[in-house]
């Protein structure tokens, strides 16, 4: 008789994400780094033991836009760090070098999505240079997804090895050969269908009027799809704007979303009718998602395909989400999912029984 099979859990695709569609921007990042769990992953990719001096201090200086952060290493030695959230360029790394001077920094840490070969060999020439008095160290930063929810991060240093070949004219070799692949030619984009087309045109006019409004929320890159995001306060948290097409519906939703997603929900939830005061806006609470939650309101009765009526949607759009901003930013900030505490199991969830278009979320 064949031995029974023990019952094993099923394994999920993994996927690798682009930074962009969790962190909306560098600030983001670097509220999300701060976090000590978050901090942690950094420090053993590196092995390093970097602290945080002045926790006040820091965080008022993300919210100032400065585009890196000082922590101390365990000698109390001033680390810098900076984030890009895609390739490298030669702006940033002039940035970079600048900010290291002004800070005196002796450790430099340069995290991003991919860095261009120049860059690699421009920070092994700088090491050369300043061996002994400072130091630059690129980390490559990953972002990967198991089915729909589960995320997972993962900093890698990238070694300097392909930036010596390249200081001595030889180019870096194939991963997979000994021979250099050929280049493979850039494919030509998709066009555009007429709804993505449409899907643009509105968001690109929504953009224009919240970036010459001075909004405080801010307009980020137009897309074809019918969901455009936007940063608020920290990781885990996202502005919506939705185009429901199907429920001839608009939506402004904040959609959190994570493993502390309900807990951080729930600490909102107890300020439910002051936010509604404070928004003057009829507010949807939803938290029938198993690793998210969303706050949202709706304006029905809309045609998107008429675009005599996009600048009354696009109106009432910036409305909503400067209200949105305006109440739960400093509450987000906050949020602390260990302070949460559970009460007694509910029949059913909190919602207000209405479907969100969740498919339509970017």
């Not at 400072?134 to 900093?155: H, P, R």
């Not at 280049?183 to 006019?205: I, M, R």
């Not at 509450?331 to 278009?357: C, E, F, H, N, V």
């Amino acid at each position: 008789m064949r031995p029974k099979r023990s019952a094993k859990p099923k394994l999920g695709r993994l996927e690798k994400i682009d930074p962009v569609d969790y962190w909306q921007s560098p600030a983001d990042f670097q509220h999300w780094l701060i976090e000590p769990e978050n901090l942690e992953l950094l420090n053993e990719a590196l092995g390093l033991e970097l602290a945080i001096a002045d926790p006040a201090a820091l965080v008022d200086a993300i919210d100032e836009d400065l585009n890196y952060l000082t922590l101390v290493d365990a000698g109390d030695i001033p680390v810098l760090i900076t984030v890009q959230m895609g390739t490298t360029d030669a702006t940033h790394l002039g940035e970079l070098i600048a900010w290291a001077a002004a800070e005196s920094a002796t450790s430099v840490i340069w995290i991003a999505a991919d860095f261009a070969a120049d860059q690699q060999l421009a920070l092994g020439w700088l090491n050369q240079l300043g061996a002994g008095a400072v130091t630059f160290t690129a980390v490559e930063l990953e972002l990967w997804q198991i089915g729909k929810n589960a995320m997972a991060v993962n900093f890698t240093p990238v070694e300097e090895d392909g930036a010596t070949d390249l200081a001595e004219g030889i180019a870096p070799k194939s991963a997979d050969s000994g021979a250099e692949p050929d280049p493979e030619t850039e494919p030509e984009p998709e066009p555009l269908t007429e709804l993505q087309q449409e899907n643009l045109d509105f968001w690109s006019g929504l953009c224009d009027r919240l970036d010459r409004q001075g909004s405080l929320v801010k307009p980020g890159s137009p897309t074809p799809e019918a969901t455009l995001g936007f940063a608020i306060a920290r990781a885990g948290f996202r502005l919506n704007a939705i185009l429901d097409r199907d429920h001839h519906s608009l939506y402004t939703e904040l959609l959190l979303s994570g493993i502390d997603a309900h807990p951080h929900f729930y600490l909102l939830a107890h300020e439910k009718e002051l936010i509604a005061d404070e928004t003057d806006l009829p507010l949807i609470w939803d938290d029938a998602g198993e690793h998210t939650c969303v706050v949202a309101t709706v304006l029905e009765g809309v045609n998107v395909g008429d675009r005599d009526r996009w600048p009354d949607y696009q109106a009432w759009f910036c409305h909503c989400l400067e209200r949105f901003y305006e109440a739960f930013f400093d509450r987000i900030k906050q949020l602390d999912a260990a302070a949460y505490q559970p009460l007694p199991r509910r029949s059913a969830p909190l919602t207000d029984a209405l479907i969100l278009p969740a498919s339509q979320r970017g």
